[in-house]
């Protein structure tokens, strides 16, 4: 049963890698057999990691990319495509927030969010499905959060952009679905990154939030590692248009009882 989530032979590209959740999601599709195509609006951010994929035993080919780029977009799939001859997996992943109370955030912030976040995303999906269709095969995993599901306050874009990456995402499984693509959402809860680093520094807000994780702990890198896997690998080849939340059951709701 292990050969279902054996990713030799595939290639994978990670969008956003230079850091954070997407060098999560890189390092453990690596560590199962892909090779890789890594992407960064700034290509020298690219320079460490691709030694550390590469001394996995793995290919890594940085490309730099702006996700509200057509241009860099299709530079990627051509270098992919020049590169290793086809494309299997994409992880959906560039993406930003703006935490700005909603009767302060401007247009532009709501453009700068909306754009890159579910624009970029679903421009990335369009450029990889063309080379899946040709090869009938492909998994197309968009990464989400919690806010998939509900809101929260102080980031209205970024909520809006998350529940709209859900209901694109089903969309786009059912009209890619009968060409063997599967695409799904991948939605990390509360994971320590550059993005939202701020909050960590806060104990009473970690407390809080803790106190509202079931397994009574943030996220740790590693608690990713099984789902993209899975969602990239042939294991998973009956599942699309679905959202897995990897988030300790916060989404449950629940909270201790303070004794």
């Known amino acids: 049963m292990l050969e279902l989530f054996d990713l030799s032979e595939k290639v994978a590209i990670v969008t956003g890698a230079s850091r954070g959740l997407g060098q999560y999601f890189a390092r453990a599709l690596a560590k199962s057999g892909a090779d890789l195509v890594i992407t960064s609006r700034d290509l020298s951010s ?7 994929i590469e001394s996995l035993g793995r290919k890594a080919l940085p490309v730099q990319l702006d996700v509200l780029s057509q241009s860099d977009i299709e530079n990627m799939v051509r270098m992919t495509i020049n590169e290793y001859g086809k494309i299997d997996i994409l992880v959906n992943n560039a993406g930003l927030n703006i935490r700005r109370p909603s009767t302060d955030v401007s247009q532009q912030d709501w453009d700068t969010v909306l754009n890159t976040n579910l624009k970029g995303s679903f421009f990335c999906a369009q450029a990889a499905a063309r080379e899946m ?3 009938k095969h492909g998994r197309i995993i968009n990464v989400g959060s919690c806010t998939c599901v509900f809101g ?3 980031i209205a874009p970024y909520t809006a952009s998350r529940g709209a990456i859900l209901s694109m995402t089903r969309s786009l499984a059912a009209e890619w679905g009968k060409f063997g693509i599967t695409v799904n959402v991948l939605a990390p809860g509360w994971f320590k990154t550059a993005q939202n680093a701020v909050l960590y520094e806060n104990k009473e807000w970690v407390d809080y939030i803790t106190n509202r994780i079931p397994l009574n702990r943030p996220g740790q890198p590693h608690d990713l590692d099984g789902t993209v896997i899975f969602l990239a690998s042939d294991a998973s080849e009956y599942i699309t248009g679905q959202i897995i939340l ?10 201790k009882a303070i004794t």
């Open 246 to 255: 990897v988030d300790g059951g916060f989404t449950t709701g629940a909270t």
């Open 133 to 135: 269709i040709k090869r």
């Open 152 to 154: 929260m306050e102080g």
């Open 46 to 52: 690219l320079t460490e990691f691709k030694q550390e």
